[in-house]
């Protein structure tokens, strides 16, 4: 049989962490002595505030690949194009390179953080503390890709800027943009809003208020 592995927490040995700048106070210190933070008790609480931005970006992210992200203007006439339908346009003009940017910034890593930030939030508080590292670099793995998720938004933005040719050619954002730059903003509020101390404790614990 393979031996339990016992990890020793902060609040196992009578202490609570800084949030802000990592420094461990004993448990019962109203702020840090190092930044000046309330230190506060962990609880799976908070947990509410990731499932309301979570569900927020969720609602956002549906119109954001349903309606159109760009809208072109030119002398052959008019061209909307929504995030898959521009993929798809892309690979057609064999800009396979640009095509994958495309895809994997705008539709495979949002629906992959929807699933890691649930994944997360339902399972802390069945937890087993020797298995806890697997969760962290998830968790770690979610922090840094959010920012780039605004890859086509900012792609957007850089065209409506530059192609602005009266008559002869113009490209203007459509409603899909705000939607998802609103999504993104709002998964990476959930993301944040998670609080990854709950990963290194118990189901005991992780139900204390």
């Not at 969720?58 to 309606?67: D, K, Q």
């Not at 339902?122 to 770690?140: F, I, K, N, Q």
């Amino acid at each position: 049989m393979t031996p339990t592995v016992s990890v020793l927490t902060a609040r196992d040995a009578g202490l609570t962490g800084c949030t802000r700048c990592g420094r461990v106070w004993p448990e019962g210190t109203q702020a840090c002595g190092r930044c000046g933070a309330r230190l506060r008790r962990v609880s799976t609480a908070g947990l509410q505030r990731v499932w309301a931005w979570w569900l927020a970006g969720l609602i956002f992210y549906i119109p954001a690949n349903l309606y159109p992200m760009l809208r072109t203007a030119t002398l052959g006439g008019h061209q909307q194009n929504t995030i898959l339908g521009g993929v798809v346009e892309l690979l057609a003009h064999h800009n396979y390179l640009v095509a994958g940017v495309v895809f994997f910034a705008s539709l495979v890593i949002p629906v992959a953080k929807f699933f890691a930030i649930a994944y997360l939030a339902l399972s802390v508080g069945h937890e087993r503390r020797a298995g806890s590292h697997p969760h962290l670099h998830l968790y770690e793995v979610v922090e840094f890709i959010g920012r780039w998720s605004m890859i086509d938004v900012f792609v957007v933005a850089i065209l409506s800027a530059l192609v602005q040719l009266g008559a002869v050619a113009s490209i203007h954002p459509g409603p899909a943009a705000a939607s998802f730059a609103l999504s993104v903003a709002f998964t990476m509020l959930s993301a944040q809003s998670f609080d990854p101390r709950l990963i290194w404790r118990g189901p005991a614990q992780a139900k204390d208020p």
